[in-house]
């Protein structure tokens, strides 16, 4: 029992600039670029069944699939670890996109970041009574952490994006949360899937991206890190 439960404790900083570096980035092995390897599957497998995706162009879809590991990322460590740990991981991700000189990567995510907190709230109604309350629950829980985290110095466009994805553990589970994200992506790329293409790249958010950054977490225990 206590072979399986033990977790390598590691900081914060130290685990999320490592998988960064070896697994978004700049993830190498022996000289191939995983990224581009795996963005070529991903295009030869969707055109295999959808003939309309090979007319996308295909550093768009690589620039939307760097976009997806590090959203998916933050969505999975969020479900692993809980809110605190989440904005101290969005803090991080900030500071070290902006350290890389990729700004425009962290602006980029926003897009993505709002289609995952429409995920918590769609199909809910305000005409709804149980609709009603879970929607003032959602509401003014971001809004009073926001605040907490306001007043403890921490940068506010981190916490808005880790607040974000509060809530969608359910809609997780229930494919609503990933296929808003597919819809998102489809829509930056000017692509209209046929079913076994929509199949398809949900699989990829899912399985690929979600399962895959998730598994990584399952066997660590995060020290955390404070604000700057």
Request: hydrophobic share 45%; proline share 1%.
């Amino acid at each position: 029992m206590g072979l399986f439960s033990k977790k390598k404790e590691v900081a914060l900083a130290d685990f999320c600039r490592e998988f960064y570096e070896k697994n978004i980035m700049n993830p190498m092995i022996q000289e191939l670029d995983v990224n581009a390897a795996f963005v070529d599957v991903i295009i030869r497998s969707i055109t295999e069944v959808d003939q309309s995706f090979a007319k996308v162009n295909s550093q768009k879809f690589a620039k939307e699939y760097l976009l997806l590991r590090f959203e998916l990322f933050a969505l999975a460590w969020l479900h692993q670890f809980g809110e605190k740990l989440a904005v101290a991981q969005s803090v991080f991700t900030k500071d070290y996109l902006h350290e890389k000189n990729r700004d425009d990567i962290w602006d980029d995510l926003e897009f993505y970041n709002q289609a995952i907190a429409r995920s918590s709230t769609i199909g809910r109604k305000t005409t709804n009574g149980f609709d009603r309350a879970y929607l003032m629950r959602v509401n003014k829980t971001k809004a009073d952490q926001f605040d907490h985290y306001y007043r403890e110095g921490y940068d506010t466009v981190a916490v808005a994006r880790a607040l974000n994805r509060l809530f969608t553990e359910k809609a997780w589970k229930k494919g609503i949360t990933a296929e808003l994200i597919r819809l998102a992506v489809c829509d930056r790329l000017g692509f209209k899937p046929n079913d076994e293409a929509r199949f398809r790249l949900n699989a990829v958010i899912c399985s690929l991206l979600y399962d895959g950054a998730h598994q990584s977490l399952a066997n660590v225990r995060i020290r955390a890190i404070c604000p700057s």
